[in-house]
C-alpha cells in the first residue's frame, strides 16, 4: 500500500470515530437534556402535590374553625331556649300559686268580715 492510500484510510478512519464521537456527544448531551427535563417534571409534579396538600389542609383547617363556631352558636341557642322555658315555667307556676295564695287570702278576708259581721248582728239582736 502507498502512503497515499494509507493516508486516505487513516484519514476516512478518523472521520468516521469523529462522527461516532459527535453522535455519542449529541445522544449524550440529549441524554442528560431528557434527564434534566425529567427532573424538572418531576420537581414541579411534587411542588404542586405539596402546594394542594397545604392546600386541602388550610381548606379543612377553615372549615373545621367554622363547624366548631357553628356548634359553638347551637349550644348557646340551645342553652338560651332552654333558658327560656325554664323561665316560662317558673313564671306560669308562680302564677299559678300566686292565684291559689290571692283566692285564700280573699277567702279568709271574706270569713273574717262574715265573722265580725255575725258578731255584730248577735250583739245588735241582743241589745
Not at 402546594?51 to 363556631?69: K, P, Y
Amino acid at each position: 500500500m502507498d502512503q497515499h492510500h494509507q493516508r486516505h484510510i487513516n484519514e476516512a478512519a478518523e472521520q468516521f470515530a469523529n462522527a461516532l464521537t459527535q453522535s455519542y456527544r449529541v445522544v449524550a448531551d440529549r441524554s442528560v437534556s431528557a434527564q434534566e427535563r425529567n427532573a424538572q417534571l418531576t420537581q414541579d409534579f411534587f411542588n404542586r402535590t405539596i402546594d394542594n396538600l397545604h392546600t386541602q389542609a388550610e381548606d379543612n383547617r377553615e372549615v373545621g374553625q367554622q363547624l366548631s363556631e357553628q356548634q359553638q352558636r347551637a349550644s348557646e341557642a340551645a342553652q338560651t331556649l332552654t333558658q327560656e322555658s325554664v323561665n316560662a315555667y317558673t313564671d306560669f307556676v308562680n302564677s299559678v300559686f300566686s292565684f291559689q295564695q290571692e283566692a285564700t287570702q280573699q277567702a279568709q278576708k271574706q270569713t273574717q268580715r262574715s265573722a265580725k259581721g255575725g258578731g255584730r248582728r248577735g250583739k245588735k239582736q241582743q241589745g
